[in-house]
């Protein structure tokens, strides 16, 4: 049996306060969860349960379509890695193939301007509805990531608009995911151990199956709390952060029952440098590209990206092992 994580509980209804002091309340007990835990669930008057019903509604009708269909929408086709992710397409670097589908959705960047691997139209599938009610939770669950943004700007004791610029056309990525039931895969993880490359994820899932690594290297399961999203930091907030808030390791576990989970990687725009911004402390981090950070940890885990990379067409720049990031004691998991 796997013990359960206490996790803190953020509720984030005062950022829509016109009143700072609600704001800076939120902030610092912000600061106080990510810095202590790195995990998190939030809460708020914001939150449209709606949304997330039609969401999970649209998931179950893609996913049941036959093999052939989904693959017509492959990701492996787009322009920006959007579309159809198949079973065995993903698998970070030494751990077994992930047991999961899935189907990505980035910034729908339609400009032919500044194009970057990331950032592009998006790929969609022939089904009415789907193409509108995921982009509707993506504005949605965006826009409370700003909020969030200017939020985490009053825990590092920045302006609050100080990350403003830099959220133009970020290549955030929401991800609709499906964890099949399979009983005969008793060693295959749906996903394998990671951390998150962007700022912070905003997670809402239907059934339990999440593990976290906690500090002295147990792995712990994250239950899933009714109108509540899961929230934990990734590799650039860890960096912004200068290392106050670390970026956990964590792996979603061979499930129980059929699970469909709505991560939404929240990045600033592509060409960020990102960098510690905590006023008066010698940066811990060197600079770093974040779009060439989040390509190049992708380029690493999906297969045909490994492919363009094998035969010559691909070169990464820079790129850094998966598991650069996160606690010292993430090297002892698995």
Not at 76 to 84: D, Q
Request: glycine letters at 8%.
């Amino acid at each position: 049996m796997t013990a359960s994580a206490a996790l803190p509980v953020v509720d984030i209804s005062g950022l829509d306060s016109d009143r700072i002091e609600d704001r800076m309340a939120v902030a610092h007990e912000l600061d106080r969860a990510c810095a202590q835990a790195g995990f998190l669930y939030i809460k708020g008057a914001q939150f449209d349960p709606d949304l997330f019903g039609r969401l999970v509604d649209r998931a179950k009708t893609y996913f049941a379509l036959d093999h052939e269909t989904k693959m017509a929408s492959y990701i492996g086709h787009s322009e920006n890695h959007s579309g159809y992710v198949p079973v065995g397409e993903e698998q970070f670097p030494g751990a077994a193939v992930d047991l999961k589908e899935a189907y990505d959705v980035n910034w729908d960047y339609t400009l032919t301007e500044d194009r970057r691997p990331l950032l592009g139209p998006n790929c969609w599938p022939d089904m009415p509805g789907f193409r509108e009610d995921v982009q509707t939770y993506y504005a949605h669950v965006t826009e409370i990531g700003h909020r969030l943004f200017r939020c985490f700007a009053l825990a590092l004791g920045l302006e609050e608009d100080h990350l403003d610029q830099h959220l133009r056309h970020p290549p955030s990525q929401l991800r609709l995911i499906h964890y099949p039931l399979d009983a005969a895969a008793e060693d295959r993880p749906g996903i394998g151990a990671h951390t998150d490359y962007e700022c912070f994820t905003l997670l809402f899932a239907t059934a339990p199956g999440l593990q976290i690594l906690d500090k002295q290297g147990e792995w712990m399961d994250v239950p899933v709390i009714e109108s509540a999203m899961i929230m934990n930091i990734g590799d650039m907030m860890e960096i912004l952060s200068n290392g106050r808030y670390m970026a956990t390791r964590h792996r979603v576990k061979k499930v129980k029952e059929e699970r469909y989970s709505f991560p939404l990687f929240h990045a600033c725009d592509y060409d960020y440098v990102v960098a510690p911004v905590i006023r008066g402390e010698a940066p811990r981090y060197a600079p770093m590209k974040g779009g060439e950070h989040l390509f190049n940890q992708t380029a690493q885990t999906f297969a045909y990206l490994k492919r363009r990379i094998a035969c010559g067409e691909l070169v990464l720049a820079n790129a850094v092992p998966p598991d650069s990031f996160g606690l010292r004691t993430d090297r002892a998991g698995s």
